[in-house]
Nanobody, 124 residues
Framework: QVQLVESGGGLVQAGGSLRLSCAAS????????MGWFRQAPGKEREFVAA????????YYADSVKGRFTISRDNAKNTVYLQMNSLKPEDMAVYYC?????????????????WGQGTQVTVSS
């Protein structure tokens, strides 16, 4: 029904920046909230950031607050994650997700559709 495709991952040096994109296709609604999660090898998938339908409300994990910015373009059914001041501990596979609700979601089970992920590698 809904397909999410992440892009923008790659190799970046510590302290650098990267911008991830997530394009939605198929049946989707601009009124849905969206979010980003990440998973490093051997670790559980963790919440990164969320944004509501209008883009006027956002929430971030403490580990990325002040460094990452989530945004969305409803005309393109796309959500973005601008990552600045990257650290080696940010290295993970990043996943975007859609929540079939207007309110924000903060945990994995709050979301209904998931992309396949994009790898972010941070060199020290």
């Amino acid at each position: 029904q809904v397909q999410l495709v992440e892009s923008g991952g790659g190799l970046v040096q510590a302290g650098g920046s990267l911008r991830l994109s997530c394009a939605a296709s198929g049946r989707t609604f601009s009124g849905y909230a969206m979010g980003w999660f990440r998973q490093a090898p051997g670790k559980e998938r963790e919440f990164v950031a969320a944004i509501n339908w209008s883009g006027g409300s956002t929430y971030y994990a403490d580990s990325v607050k002040g460094r990452f910015t989530i945004s969305r373009d409803n005309a393109k059914n796309t959500v973005y994650l601008q990552m600045n001041s990257l650290k080696p501990e940010d290295m993970a596979v990043y996943y975007c997700a859609v929540r079939e609700a207007y309110g924000l979601g903060y945990v994995h089970d709050d979301y209904d559709y998931w992309g396949q992920g994009t790898q972010v590698t941070v060199s020290s």
